[in-house]
């Protein structure tokens, strides 16, 4: 549980650092995303958790 807590704390910190430093560059990425079909955006998803899925793996592999 404690590393669920941890891994959704870095997540908001790491969103927040981002909507904090460039929020200009956030609105033409959602405009970007909004220009791709549904299709191509459900792949960039499982994509994205294929990838995060995996470093976890890595993470936990590695003792953490």
């Given amino acids: 549980m404690a590393l669920l807590i941890l891994a959704v704390g870095l997540v908001l910190a790491v969103e927040g650092l981002v909507l ?3 929020p200009s ?3 033409t990425a959602l ?4 220009a791709q079909a549904a299709e191509r955006r459900r792949m960039l998803g499982l994509g994205a958790l294929a990838v995060g899925v995996a ?3 890595l993470a936990r592999s590695l003792g953490a």
């Fill in 31 to 34: 405009d970007w995303l909004r």
């Fill in 20 to 22: 904090a430093l460039a």
């Fill in 25 to 27: 560059r956030i609105e």
């Fill in 55 to 57: 470093l976890i793996w």
